[in-house]
């Protein structure tokens, strides 16, 4: 992956994630009052931060233990 794409893609993952997170936390949490919008902006604004380091952290890894998988699996022929 070219080194601007490793910046780029872990910030957009994470702002996916945490906007349909977010949202689906707030309506559990309060259902839909009406400052939803206003209460789930704010939690995904402070969660989407803390996703993306997240998820600099989880990417390596997740690329680590697949391999392992991937080998394990070979070897026992699955």
Same mark, same amino acid.
């Given at each position: 992956?070219?080194?601007?794409?490793?910046?780029?893609? *872990?910030? +957009? =993952?994470?702002?996916? =994630?945490?906007?349909?997170?977010?949202?689906?936390? #707030?309506?559990?949490?309060?259902?839909? *009052? *009406?400052?939803? +919008?206003?209460?789930? =902006? #704010?939690?995904?604004?402070?969660?989407w931060?803390?996703?993306?380091?997240? /998820?600099?952290?989880?990417? *390596?890894? /997740?690329? #680590?233990?697949?391999?392992?998988?991937?080998?394990?699996?070979?070897?026992?022929?699955?």
């Amino acid at each position: 992956m070219p080194p601007k794409a490793a910046i780029i893609q *872990p910030i +957009l =993952m994470a702002a996916v =994630m945490a906007f349909l997170m977010t949202a689906l936390i #707030t309506w559990l949490n309060l259902g839909f *009052p *009406p400052d939803y +919008l206003r209460r789930w =902006m #704010t939690a995904f604004a402070i969660a989407w931060p803390a996703a993306a380091v997240a /998820a600099y952290i989880a990417i *390596p890894i /997740a690329r #680590t233990l697949t391999g392992r998988i991937i080998v394990w699996m070979e070897a026992k022929g699955l």
